[in-house]
């Protein structure tokens, strides 16, 4: 029996594992992992795991930018419209080059060159939002509310322009030509993983990008001054301007890199998939949203990891998948989010009051 | 009363003896004017109580000495040289380090890293800052026990602490950092007891490594304690400045709510 006045073993505990904000998501985690086992069909097929993983790796990209700007107190909500545009940069350039007054400027099917253009755009979108965000002082959910909408407007009007070559019901850029061994680089299969089973799995190279952007975030926020600046701007911005810090600075890098990676997930999807429509990446700003906070992140900011977010991006993609295998309506996805969504967060709550 | 006390500051302690010298200075926003004109002088070595009501100033007056507000007009003399504050980081830059309530430290983050925030020792390779993480949290244990605040972990996080212990990591940070001056915003208002005596000693670590500490309160008891001399704020003028012991602790009660004229 607990005493009144010593703490508990339990309540020990439960202060240790506050410590690490990942316990919720990670339990959640292995908890869904062991159901899904048991009560859907071929769930734990090669095939099966290899597409969670692929899928929550393109999306996993952009979220680990969220999940930092998330950390320094802001949120993006228009990484869908900006991956969008990212990926229409590559497609038009890819399949039409850069046409302007009739003059043919880029060539089509320079497709290193077209990767970087994408990423310089869609880093320049970001570099938007953060502007407004520091220059405007207004709250970046209402900020990028409205740059998702615009942003998801210039989606639609490059696969409407001159430039797209569009026609009759289109919006659609296909690429045609032959997949440069780029596509291959950014999201072809991962062979040595899907000849392990049969059927093959259906690991790509995402699951590469993936993993080599949140080693890099783990490191930066862990063991750079950056990281730490990007917790002291969510955690106490006042305080940290205060002492020196240079928030305004931190938050727009911060969008620039999120932007950034929302090129980055959408040219690798098309890599793998070489079509692109203006709705692509719709819905996927609350994706990552949700994926963050069920991985421990603080909506306030401050405190959560990017090991938590990618965690949390993993179980999204495994629910949404077993839920399919286990062959219940698609339709209680989004219900079964929501309600993932608010368990987590309440027992994250739990866990760090003191 | 008054005139003997400026007397002291302006005759006995010359320039190099006086830390900060505010003169005349009046801040006005819009229609209210918040400062009418105060002098303000800090020795080295002191540690000044700031006292006052609510809205009577003394807020308004340490922000334009910490840069959060420009004055209307007037003259900030530190060191020895005339400075234009302007922003929080000029007043850094001199040497100015300001514990607000609650707005120093960052709760979420751990004591070594709030201890060098702003200022961490980096390893620069390329453009990448990599932080020398053990060498922050030893120098940061070592510096805080050299004031007598002793902790179980540097890595701990600052929200677990008690109130007393945060002001410490603040005050052990300003003396680490070799600060010129340091400002406590009511160190004391939201402490136990126990807790306030132990920040009241962490002042006296201070003040004998001869850092100057100006110290806003509301608490009679506390000035009595640790300050060399007051400072009353009523109205946005200075009411007058008092070695300890000039008054009983009802005149300086008198003396902050107006109810006794100086």
């Known amino acids: 029996m607990?005493?009144?006045?010593?703490?508990?073993?339990?309540?020990?505990?439960?202060?240790?594992?506050?410590?690490?904000?990942?316990?919720?998501?990670l339990i959640s985690f292995i908890l869904l992992f062991i159901i899904f086992s048991l009560t859907a069909d071929n769930f734990l097929s090669l095939l099966s795991l290899t597409n969670i993983v692929t899928l929550a790796a393109i999306k996993g990209i952009f979220v680990i930018g969220v999940a930092m700007l998330m950390i320094s107190g802001e949120f993006d909500l228009s990484v869908g419209s900006t991956l969008a545009v990212g990926a229409y940069v590559f497609a038009i350039l890819m399949e039409h080059g850069f046409v302007l007054g009739g003059t043919q400027i880029l060539p089509p099917g320079l497709a290193f060159l077209a990767l970087i253009l994408a990423l310089i755009v869609s880093a320049l979108l970001g570099l938007i939002n953060g502007l407004i965000v520091v220059r405007?002082?207004?709250?970046?959910?209402?900020?990028?509310?409205?740059?998702?909408l615009a942003f998801r407007g210039i989606a639609r009007a490059m696969g409407n322009s001159e430039l797209a070559k569009t026609s009759g019901n289109a919006d659609v850029v296909r690429f045609t030509g032959e997949a440069p061994p780029l596509f291959n680089v950014l999201n072809g299969d991962l062979n040595f993983i899907n000849d392990l089973?049969?059927?093959?799995?259906?690991?790509?190279?995402?699951?590469?990008?993936?993993?080599?952007?949140?080693?890099?975030?783990?490191i930066v926020m862990r063991f750079t001054r950056y990281g730490s600046w990007v917790y002291a701007t969510g955690g106490n911005r006042m305080a940290a301007l205060a002492q020196g810090v240079r928030t305004n600075r931190v938050l727009i890098w911060n969008f620039v890199i999120t932007g950034a990676l929302a090129g980055l997930a959408g040219v690798v999807q098309f890599a793998s998939r070489p079509a692109i429509d203006p709705a692509r990446g719709e819905g996927w700003e609350l994706i990552a949203v949700a994926a963050c906070v069920i991985g421990g992140i603080w909506l306030q900011g401050g405190y959560g990891?990017?090991?938590?977010?990618?965690?949390?991006?993993l179980l999204l993609q495994m629910v949404e998948q077993g839920l399919i295998l286990a062959g219940v309506d698609i339709q209680l996805f989004q219900a079964t989010i929501g309600l993932i969504l608010i368990v987590a967060v309440i027992s994250n709550t739990w866990l760090s009051r003191t | 009363m008054e005139q003997v006390a400026e007397k002291i500051g302006n005759d006995l302690f010359k320039d190099e003896q006086v830390i900060v010298d505010m003169q005349n200075v009046t801040k006005r926003f819009g229609t209210v004017e918040a400062l009418r004109g105060v002098d303000f002088q800090v020795r080295k070595g002191e540690v000044r109580a700031l006292m006052g009501d609510n809205g009577a100033g003394k807020s308004t007056l340490i922000k334009v000495l910490t840069g959060v507000h420009t004055p209307t007009s007037g003259k900030i003399i530190f060191d020895g040289e005339e400075v234009q504050i302007n922003a929080p980081a000029d007043a850094r830059a001199l040497g100015i380090e300001t514990c607000y309530q609650d707005l120093a430290l960052i709760p979420l983050m751990s004591i070594w890293?709030?201890?060098?925030?702003?200022?961490?020792?980096?390893?620069?390779?390329?453009p990448i800052k990599w932080l020398q993480r053990q060498e922050m949290a030893?120098?940061?244990?070592?510096?805080?026990?050299?004031?007598?605040?002793?902790?179980?972990?540097?890595?701990?996080?600052?929200?677990?602490?008690?109130?007393?212990?945060?002001?410490?990591?603040?005050?052990?940070?300003?003396?680490?950092?070799?600060a010129k001056l340091l400002i406590l915003d009511e160190p004391t208002s939201a402490l136990s007891v126990k807790e306030t005596n132990k920040v009241l000693d962490y002042i006296r670590a201070a003040k004998e490594r001869g850092l100057p500490v100006i110290f806003i309160t509301h608490n009679v008891n506390h000035i009595y304690q640790v300050s060399d001399s007051y400072t009353i704020i009523r109205q946005g003028q200075s009411v007058g400045t008092y070695m300890k012991g000039e008054l009983t602790q009802q005149d300086i009660a008198d003396l902050i709510t107006g109810a006794r004229e100086k």
């Open chain 2, 113 to 126: 890293r709030n201890f060098f925030l702003g200022r961490e020792l980096v390893t620069n390779i390329g």
């Open chain 2, 138 to 178: 030893k120098q940061c244990q070592e510096s805080l026990l050299d004031i007598g605040i002793h902790i179980r972990s540097a890595e701990e996080k600052v929200g677990k602490m008690s109130g007393g212990e945060r002001q410490s990591i603040a005050i052990g940070r300003a003396i680490h950092f070799g």
């Open chain 1, 2 to 25: 607990a005493s009144a006045t010593s703490p508990s073993n339990f309540q020990k505990t439960r202060a240790r594992l506050a410590n690490y904000s990942e316990v919720v998501v």
């Open chain 1, 305 to 313: 990891t990017i090991i938590g977010a990618a965690i949390g991006m």
């Open chain 1, 197 to 218: 089973g049969t059927p093959a799995g259906g690991a790509r190279m995402a699951i590469i990008w993936f993993v080599i952007v949140v080693v890099v975030a783990v």
């Open chain 1, 136 to 148: 405007s002082g207004i709250p970046s959910f209402i900020a990028t509310l409205g740059t998702m």
